[in-house]
């Protein structure tokens, strides 16, 4: 012990300039802004963990304190999924998850068995379920709750959050019945709740405390480094969200770097201008979200022209483009950044033009952000990059909606629908992410898509209208630097660079190397934030337990 302590303070004294640590033999692959792969072989880190070198080839390594040998294997920057939804993540997966059940008597048995597993719980809460995946096609009624669980109120959410299914004891709890009228922006059908008319059921839910918001938060960070995701766009945060992610900063818990976009101007109230970064670039409130239509599985997205399968709808339009404007530049004057969710073609020609008046009103860099800009008329995406306008998209959303968005609009009306390449050849910013818990935050099935118009099992053959594909090196910078500018966060994460944070992932296989299904099932083995590992594998993981 004395021995070691005197050898190291000699070493320090001799050299002073000792860099903390040397990450050496590493297969290094990120994107350049140009959206190239480029290769790198080892990071220098300083004590802060920032980094200080980038090492290429067989160049000289400087004296490190404490070096780690990457063996060959593969480093990426840490990704960042530019929308995603943390504490829902969390509860997510400590609620009843019905995601992927293939017909109503396997969700009904997900709820049998989680009901008897769980006597205390008094609202039985929980979602992912898709009728779009039954043979029945429809969707679940109170009824079918009830024939499960008769006694203690069930709300299970649909898979893409904008209609719930609730039983009669959640009804009769929030005192609702049959003759109760939808609100405007909302529909009810023998028990589901669509988009506005959600809030009569939710209203009766218990809130959650703290504690279920800190063990929430926990839970969704130890999900997403597990998934090699260091930074998130932190959308419809709650105040209640950002007090959570305070407390965690506060004791020193907080690993992923959240960018947060508080809901609506209500959230004003509490937070009346975006923050500074906070606990080491880790935290910070930077815009507001609002939402211009629903979606599209639920019909609630609102489309120029009629469903293709509903010829009497065109969705839901949330706001007057008076209102939406007035709403927009409330925030926008306080200085937050904006995001607003658009789905439809209509909805994103309304926020497209309400970003070109914000654009004229407050012409500094502001970076307008669309989520989603998922069904759109192809006339409207050059309009995006004059305005400052970003796309933020989620890859997976594609290859999950295709066969329902081909019944929704028809196959005249896709030449618009996820469509990447397009946003990219009109010169405008392109960041993705996963929309989770809509979507697993694994996001490498996510650049699989984006390469491949391909789901992870390689359907359809030769990719859905592949003309939308990126290259790798496109959907990579998309996945980290096209997010980390979407959040104002360029100069501190997305690439490892001189001066950012050493942010980064080892992962079990070079993307460069492996076709479009392999890419899907890469695995992070480690997880590095700030120059620290804050995830790693378990020894004992099979390496296709997760790779779904
Ligand atoms: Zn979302």
Do not use: C
Request: glycine fraction near 10%; aromatic fraction near 8%.
């Amino acid at each position: 012990m004395r021995k070691t302590f005197i050898a190291l303070s000699a070493a320090l004294l001799a050299s002073p300039a000792l860099s903390d640590t040397l990450i050496d033999h590493a297969n290094g692959v990120q994107a350049d802004t140009a959206g190239n792969v480029t290769h790198f072989t080892g990071l220098l880190i300083d004590d802060d963990g920032k980094i200080l070198r980038v090492l290429h080839g067989t160049e000289p390594r400087p004296k490190a304190r404490a070096v780690v040998d990457a063996a060959g294997k593969t480093v990426l920057p840490g990704m960042i999924d530019g929308h995603g939804h943390v504490t829902d993540l969390g509860f997510y997966a400590l609620r009843l998850n019905v995601t992927g059940s293939a017909s109503l008597a396997e969700l009904q048995q997900r709820l049998r068995d989680y009901a008897a597993a769980h006597p205390e719980v008094k609202w039985i809460q929980g979602g992912g379920w898709n009728q779009e995946l039954w043979p029945s096609k429809k969707f679940p009624t109170a009824a079918d709750l009830d024939a499960i669980v008769p006694d203690r109120p069930v709300v299970l959410e649909r898979v893409d959050g904008h209609a719930i299914v609730a039983n009669s004891a959640a009804m009769k709890a929030a005192g609702v019945t049959a003759a109760t009228p939808a609100p405007h922006g909302g529909e009810i059908h023998d028990g589901v709740f669509v988009d506005a008319a959600r809030g009569l059921i939710e209203r009766a839910i218990p809130k959650p405390t703290e504690a279920d918001l800190d063990q929430a938060l926990a839970k969704a960070q130890e999900i997403l480094l597990g998934y090699g995701v260091t930074g998130v766009g932190s959308m419809s945060t709650s105040v209640a969200d950002w007090n959570a992610f305070r407390r965690a900063g506060e004791a020193g818990t907080l690993n992923v770097r959240l960018m947060s976009y508080l809901l609506g101007v209500e959230s004003m109230k509490a937070m009346p201008h975006p923050t500074p970064w906070l606990y080491g670039d880790r935290l910070r409130a930077v815009g507001i979200k609002f939402f211009a239509d629903g979606a599209l599985g639920s019909r609630g997205a609102w489309l120029k022209q009629p469903y293709a399968d509903k010829p009497d709808s065109r969705g839901l339009q949330f706001h007057s483009d008076a209102e939406i404007l007035a709403l927009t530049d409330q925030a926008a004057a306080a200085g937050f950044q904006i995001a607003t969710h658009a789905i439809g073609d209509a909805a994103n020609a309304q926020m497209i033009s309400t970003y070109e008046q914000l654009h004229r009103k407050y012409p500094g860099d502001r970076r307008w952000r669309i989520e989603h800009f998922q069904v759109v008329d192809p006339v409207d995406i050059p309009r995006l990059a004059p305005a400052g306008i970003i796309a933020s998209m989620q890859p997976t959303h594609q290859t999950s909606d295709r066969l329902m968005a081909e019944a929704r609009l028809g196959t005249k009306r896709l030449a618009g629908a996820y469509a990447w390449q397009s946003v990219l050849k009109s010169g405008a910013r392109l960041a993705f992410g996963t929309d989770f818990p809509v979507e697993s935050p694994n996001p490498f099935p996510g650049l699989s898509a984006a390469i491949s118009r391909q789901d992870v099992n390689g359907q359809p053959p030769g990719g859905w209208i592949p003309s939308e594909r990126l290259t790798l090196g496109e959907a990579l910078r998309a996945y980290t630097r096209g997010s980390a500018y979407a959040g104002f966060a360029e100069n501190k994460i997305g690439a490892l660079e001189p001066g950012k944070w050493a942010d980064f992932i080892i992962v079990d296989r070079d993307p460069t190397k492996v076709d479009p299904q392999r890419l899907a099932r890469t695995q992070a083995l480690e997880t590095w934030v700030a120059g620290k590992k804050v995830w790693s594998r378990a020894p004992n993981a099979s390496a296709s337990e997760r790779g779904q």
